[in-house]
T-cell receptor
Framework: GENVEQHPSTLSVQEGDSAVIKCTYSDSASNYFPWYKQELGKRPQLIIDIRSNVGEKKDQRIAVTLNKTAKHFSLHITETQPEDSAVYFC??????????????FGTGTQLKVEL | DAGVIQSPRHEVTEMGQEVTLRCKPISGHNSLFWYRQTMMRGLELLIYFNNNVPIDDSGMPEDRFSAKMPNASFSTLKIQPSEPRDSAVYFCASARGRSTEKLFFGSGTQLSVL
């Protein structure tokens, strides 16, 4: 099955700096890569996603890049703000043998934006 | 729309007791997922239903865990008997179609087994 590794597990940045979180996946057939943000005590929420036929996608201060050859993808947050502090999860989707598909999550990155 | 609704929000029980977690997906969503979240293992998929049929239950830890989806608007995850190592946050999520894109998560159930 798919294996998703995420680094770093914790990340501390100064407000206004950029933050980068990296993930690798094992199944070359994986075709969809979302990122979820989970604030303390709350539910995970989708913030951005990218498909395997696209190399980069941007939405305001956040962007995701995908390198299919190397099987890794990254989340970039620019001009970080205190409200960006949360746990961020990457995920990769692969197709199941019997149909349907499965989303495998990374272990999460705790991002702290300091004033 | 009220989003994905889970109950209870918190459950404290003693080892050996039966625990039932409940989920109401977003209306119109026909894929439903149960995830377990722990510090050590992150978010783990337990089981995934599409149109009320289990598609992948390979993540269900053992026979003590069972899940049902009797209709499009309700699902349960049952643990019998519960053990302290089952303590975790259990999330239900739903999505449109057969896809796992754009999952909407519920607020989760914090389970503590003493």
């Amino acid at each position: 099955g798919e294996n998703v590794e995420q680094h770093p597990s914790t990340l501390s940045v100064q407000e206004g700096d950029s933050a980068v979180i990296k993930c690798t996946y094992s199944d070359s057939a994986s075709n969809y890569f979302p990122w979820y943000k989970q604030e303390l005590g709350k539910r995970p929420q989708l913030i951005i996603d990218i498909r395997s036929n696209v190399g980069e996608k941007k939405d305001q201060r956040i962007a995701v890049t995908l390198n299919k050859t190397a099987k890794h993808f990254s989340l970039h947050i620019t001009e970080t703000q205190p409200e960006d502090s949360a746990v961020y999860f990457c995920a990769a989707r692969n197709i199941l043998t019997g149909g349907g598909n499965k989303l495998t999550f990374g272990t999460g990155t705790q991002l702290k934006v300091e004033l | 729309d009220a989003g994905v609704i889970q109950s209870p929000r918190h459950e404290v029980t003693e080892m050996g007791q039966e625990v039932t977690l409940r989920c109401k997906p977003i209306s119109g969503h026909n894929s439903l997922f149960w995830y377990r979240q722990t510090m050590m293992r992150g978010l783990e998929l337990l089981i995934y239903f599409n149109n009320n049929v289990p598609i992948d239950d390979s993540g269900m830890p053992e026979d003590r865990f069972s899940a049902k989806m009797p209709n499009a608007s309700f699902s349960t995850l049952k643990i019998q008997p519960s053990e302290p190592r089952d303590s975790a946050v259990y999330f239900c999520a739903s999505a449109r179609g057969r896809s796992t894109e754009k999952l909407f998560f519920g607020s989760g159930t914090q389970l503590s087994v003493l």
